[in-house]
């Protein structure tokens, strides 16, 4: 069990790019999420996968922002045409299907936009 | 409209002595809570969960107490250590609703004082 990795750990572009994030979940974890956070917030939920079915998408992901996971395993959340206020903390988290088992984060991918 | 409150932002305490946080919550759909603790730079650790079936649960120096009737949560620590220091977050989630989101209070900041 290596915990959940996410990659990279930091990104900096300049407006208007577009940026993509990777997350492998603890092995064997079914479902994954991704949530966004903001300094003196809480983690903000963006969406939720079971395997490569995308179950729940909140308000917050716009349509400049797309997620993925193919094969169940690794997923990618990409933000195209970033702005000043996509700057934050995008975190993973996975979690096994069984029981009311927690989800498990990752250490986050920090973007920043210039 | 915040779903999941911690209202102090912040709480010093001595090393040795009880740690209590907070949590209030108004969506009675939740039925699922969770505490996570974040240091500086890392994602968050699962520290302790409590199903609305239950009141209380117990993990080591960890206990979280769910009051439904008030909708009010609170996680106790004994005794303090000065590793405990820490920004402590509550979650929440409506899993009997079908809903596996957490949604997040703003965090208190534990200092543990040697």
């Known amino acids: 069990d290596t915990g959940v990795s996410q990659d990279p750990r930091h990104k900096i572009t300049k407006r208007g790019q577009n940026v993509t994030f990777r997350c492998d979940p603890i092995s064997e974890h079914n479902r994954l999420y991704w949530y966004r956070q903001t300094l003196g917030q809480g983690p903000e939920f963006l969406t939720y996968?079971?395997?490569?079915?995308?179950?729940?998408k909140s308000r917050l992901l716009s349509d400049r922002f797309s997620a993925e996971r193919p094969k169940g395993s690794f997923s990618t959340l990409e933000i195209q045409r970033t702005e000043q206020g996509d700057s934050a903390m995008y975190l993973c988290?996975?979690?096994?299907?069984?029981?009311?088992?927690?989800?498990?984060f990752g250490d986050g991918t920090r973007l920043s936009i210039l | 409209d915040q779903q999941v409150k911690q209202n102090s932002p912040s709480l010093s305490v001595q090393e040795g002595r009880i740690s209590i946080l907070n949590c209030d919550y108004t969506?009675?759909?939740?039925?699922?809570f969770l505490w996570y603790k974040k240091y500086p730079a890392e994602g968050p650790t699962f520290l302790i969960s409590?199903?609305?079936?239950?009141d209380k649960n117990e993990d080591g120096r960890f206990t979280v107490f769910l009051n439904k009737s008030a909708k009010h949560l609170s996680l106790h620590i004994v005794p303090s250590q000065p590793g405990d220091s820490a920004v402590y977050f509550c979650a929440a989630s409506a899993r009997g609703a079908g809903s596996y989101q957490l949604t997040f209070g703003k965090g208190t900041k534990l200092s543990v004082i040697p």
């Open positions: 409590i199903s609305s079936i239950k």
């Open positions: 969506n009675s759909m939740f039925d699922y």
């Open positions: 996968f079971q395997n490569e079915a995308q179950l729940e």
């Open positions: 988290a996975s979690s096994s299907r069984t029981g009311d088992q927690p989800q498990h």
